[in-house]
């Protein structure tokens, strides 16, 4: 009898396979305990709403009946969305590194009913194709190990999770170590950050652009981190239209020929939308699949033209009617009654029209948004577009009202069927920590600031729940280094720094050196996965510096000259007199007595400020 217990899931993607033959269960103590009662092995299943080979698994092999019946009999099977529970997805991808290199999604792994994974893979298909096995010959083989050799299995999973807690204890120690002795946090310097611009160099494709072969990401923190090094060069002019300087060696030029690459090649759609990544060197035969994550995260270092796209795109595909965006767009859509890939995309715009589009992940995710919110509003400065800001308003809006209690991140994730019961992470707290107050500081709106203090305390108290299969099991990994998309301690920790600035407490900008000065050192030898806190450091390493323009006409030159002063280091914040004296009284020390002069740009350094420049030309003279 069929036990599936998937249909009532808030998650998208679990209850895309509440119709499978399989007796799913969600992930939690009961099904683990289940599996303890029953001496069976545990099958967790990993993917995501718009994951292509995820829906083509599930076509092959979770909707057979005979493997539905292998699974109710050997095993207790568990599905896991990765964006409802990236902390049980960091955890076992770090084990099933162990078992193999090619990670990615479906992640497929067997554990022990105490949650120790034994063995792992990604998809496997319904037939053997080349060295890859069959489904049904993996869960054979896991069966005999399982019933014939379990000492050898329960070796192997003591060990793998022996070795994921001593290094999650390792990286704590560290931290916490720096932050309660009060030790002066190891950044790399200055010339080691930027010598990582002549790595990324070497590794530039000066064929197709980007960096190595096939296949090709966005990898939006990587680009992130060459604008903050152009930036800090003062070298650049950063648009993405391939103009910047043609040597090699310059984060300008490296950046500005990738964001060319990306935008002019079939990874961007013509609605103005990014995929996720292209199978092809040269950038063509996309994956099609459109998350929220790429498209937040080269808001804040694109070109003009190419940001407006993005934004067009967050508005009329992923944003909802409360303003929140929803998490991504899937790879497939129905056409002529048949689920195909890529085929909707393929189309002209005014055909797509005619046909049903590609379906979306539905679920608000607060970090998710947090990134978007980020952009929005970095994008809406530097480029001057207003409605970019009012999306980020509406994005802001909406996460405060429905995701945030009582100044805590209460809600992760969210559908239309309700809450996740899913654990707020630091993903969340720090992402949208960091996004309320770039919109602050692009509005002149402290309440945003005041939200994103109150949750950059929260985060630095580390406050965080932690799932209990796995500290039960010994194998919470905590936040792991990201490629796709910025890390929510490296954010957590950008927003301490900014906190700082504000208010003059230095005991932020301690917290934030000490959260990312691991993290920078080991980017300095491998910055993929770490160049968002070389960003950081880059900036932690820069003397503070502060502008701020207080002027009443939203058009004054003032304003506008102000943007170009955005570089490590800088904080940059535009409001009215009005403004002014309400960061003054919700405690933002740099505001005070700023409020009597308009208009007047102000350029400080640590909080000490020069005299008031009265023109344009007289603050672009003092930031020079």
Same mark, same amino acid.
């Given at each position: ?438 919109? +602050? /500081?692009? *509005?002149? $709106?402290? #309440?945003? @600031?005041?939200? %994103?203090? !109150? ?117 940059? +914040? /535009?409001? *009215?007199? $009005?403004? #002014?004296? @309400?960061?003054? %009284?919700? !405690? ?37």
């Amino acid at each position: 009898m069929n036990d599936n217990r998937l249909g009532t899931s808030v998650s998208p993607y679990l209850r895309l396979h509440a119709d499978n033959p399989v007796d799913w269960r969600e992930w939690g103590p009961e099904a683990f305990a289940e599996a303890r009662e029953r001496n069976v092995p545990v099958l967790v299943s990993v993917g995501y709403a718009t994951c292509h080979w995820c829906h083509v698994m599930a076509r092959e092999s979770f909707a057979d009946p005979e493997i539905g019946d292998l699974l109710r009999r050997d095993f207790v099977a568990v599905k896991v969305d990765r964006e409802e529970r990236p902390d049980v997805d960091a955890s076992l991808m770090a084990a099933a590194s162990a078992f193999t290199q090619q990670l990615g999604w479906p992640l497929t792994t067997f554990t022990t009913p105490d949650g120790h994974v034994f063995f792992a893979g990604t998809y496997f298909p319904p037939t053997p194709v080349g060295q890859v096995p069959a489904f049904r010959q993996i869960l054979a083989a896991v069966t005999d190990a399982w019933t014939q050799r379990r000492h050898e299995v329960d070796a192997n999973a003591s060990a793998i999770a022996t070795a994921i807690r001593q290094g999650a204890e390792a990286d704590a120690a560290t931290r916490l170590g720096e932050v309660s002795a009060g030790a002066e946090p190891r950044l790399p310097s200055v010339d080691d950050i930027r010598a990582v611009t002549r790595q990324l160099a070497e590794a530039e494709d000066t064929t197709y652009g980007g960096f190595g072969g096939a296949p090709k990401f966005p990898s939006a923190p990587l680009l992130e981190f060459l604008a903050d090094v152009a930036a800090d060069d003062g070298a650049g002019d950063g648009d993405g239209d391939g103009d910047g300087d043609e040597g090699h060696g310059d984060a300008a030029g490296l950046l500005d020929r990738t964001l060319h690459a990306i935008r002019a090649s079939e990874l961007t759609d013509a609605d103005g939308g990014v995929f996720r990544y292209a199978t092809k060197r040269d950038w063509s035969v996309p994956h099609y699949e459109r998350m929220l994550y790429d498209n937040a995260g080269l808001l804040a270092i694109a070109g003009a033209e190419q940001s407006r796209g993005i934004a067009d795109f967050l508005r009329d595909t992923l944003r909802r009617d409360d303003g929140a965006f929803v998490a991504a767009q899937d790879s497939e859509s129905t056409i002529d009654g048949k689920r195909v890939e890529g085929e909707w995309y393929r189309l002209p715009l005014d055909a797509r029209a005619r046909l049903d589009p590609p379906p979306l992940d539905d679920q608000v995710l607060t970090g998710w948004n947090g990134l978007a919110i980020r952009g929005l509003a970095i994008a809406g400065v530097r480029h001057g577009d207003d409605e970019m800001l009012d999306l980020a308003r509406g994005a802001a809006d909406a996460l405060l009202a429905t995701h945030v209690r009582d100044g805590h991140v209460a809600v992760r994730s969210s559908t239309p069927r309700g809450a996740s019961a899913a654990p707020s992470t630091i993903e969340d707290v720090g992402l949208l920590a960091e996004g309320l107050l770039e919109l +602050a /500081l692009a *509005t002149g $709106e402290v #309440a945003y @600031a005041v939200a %994103a203090r !109150g949750l950059v305390d929260d985060g630095l108290a580390e406050r965080f729940d932690v799932d209990p299969v796995l500290a039960a099991a010994g194998t919470a990994t905590g936040e792991q280094p990201q490629t796709a998309m910025r890390s929510g301690t490296v954010a957590l920790a950008s927003a301490a720094a900014i906190t700082a600035a504000l208010t003059g407490s230095s005991s932020y900008r301690d917290a934030a050196a000490a959260r990312v000065a691991d993290r920078a050192t080991t980017g300095t030898e491998r910055p993929l996965g770490h160049a968002d806190a070389l960003g950081v450091v880059l900036a932690l390493q820069r003397p503070s510096r502060e502008v701020v323009v207080v002027a009443s006409d939203p058009s004054d030159p003032l304003r506008t000259a102000a943007r170009a002063a955005r570089r490590p280091g800088t904080v940059v +914040a /535009l409001v *009215t007199p $009005e403004q #002014a004296s @309400a960061w003054t %009284a919700a !405690g933002f020390e740099l505001f005070e007595a700023r409020d009597a002069l308009d208009p007047a740009g102000y350029v400080c350094h640590d909080r000490v400020c020069g005299l008031p420049a009265r023109s344009a030309p007289d603050l672009v003279a003092q930031l020079q």
